[in-house]
């Protein structure tokens, strides 16, 4: 396969005309003609996610987070993303980022995450494109059976990977839920659509303090706050299998390296 294949099969799945028009999505480096075999997965493009993918062997790095997402007039080695791009390319090592048009793909970042906190049925979006109601950003489901938001929060942390961020919850423990609303990475714009919505509980991240107070207040549904990283991390296993579904010869492997910004809690 070449990194034209395999681009090829991840832009049918997530379109990059898809991605806001902020974003840095598509081909960060690499000869689109020279041959793939092994393709790490990860959420960000950091050293660590670096090292990994040398030491295995990977031609190909595919990852949810933009390296440049404002733009760089220099990928000069003095800086830590310049030494990154330096190394990557020295060692032939493709570079790719699908972020926003992930978030948005059917199936995509929240769809992962909604399976990963254990909502099963047909899931839709929180906020649905308007010429198309099956992709968007977020999504609804429902948890297996009719629960609580403290067991629902339990459930949730032990389905998503550990971070020193854990997990925060926002409402009353006994609450009845029956509803869920996710989406993966920062989740206060979709607060509204929550509450519109009608859902008993949101789990997102990177809550702020006065939104997520006032819309508890207001009598909004419960919150819950995950780390970042952590809400990212299920889709990687999903790119992994559109890959293999599409019929592209490239060994997978999802990097279990945690880049969570936060390191430790007391």
Do not use: C
């Amino acid at each position: 396969m070449t990194l034209t294949d395999v681009i090829g099969v991840l832009e049918a799945a997530y379109p990059p005309a898809r991605a806001e028009s902020w974003d840095a999505v598509g081909l960060v480096s690499g000869d689109p003609t020279q041959e793939v075999r092994r393709v790490l997965l990860a959420v960000d493009p950091v050293a660590a996610v670096a090292e990994e993918a040398l030491e295995w062997g990977a031609d190909l790095i595919v990852v949810h987070h933009p390296l440049y997402l404002r733009g760089t007039t220099s990928v000069a080695a003095t800086t830590p993303k310049g030494r990154l791009i330096h190394t990557l390319i020295r060692r032939g090592v493709a570079l790719y980022t699908a972020h926003t048009n992930a978030d948005v793909a059917n199936p995509g970042v929240s769809d992962a995450l909604a399976r990963a906190v254990g909502l099963v049925g047909d899931l839709v979006p929180l906020r649905p494109f308007p010429d198309d109601p099956w992709r968007g950003l977020g999504r609804i489901g429902e948890p297996p059976a009719p629960t609580t938001l403290g067991e629902f929060a339990a459930r949730a942390a032990e389905g998503l990977p550990r971070t020193a961020w854990g997990i925060r919850v926002a409402g009353d423990l006994s609450r009845p839920v029956r509803r869920v609303a996710v989406s993966g990475g920062a989740g206060d714009s979709l607060l509204g659509a929550a509450a519109e919505a009608g859902v008993d509980v949101f789990l997102t991240a990177d809550l702020r303090h006065h939104p997520a107070s006032e819309f508890v207040e207001s009598g909004g549904p419960a919150l819950i706050d995950a780390a970042h990283w952590a809400t990212e991390w299920p889709w990687l296993d999903s790119a992994a299998s559109i890959l293999h579904a599409s019929g592209v010869t490239v060994e997978t492997r999802v990097s279990a390296t945690v880049t969570d910004a936060w390191t430790r809690g007391y």
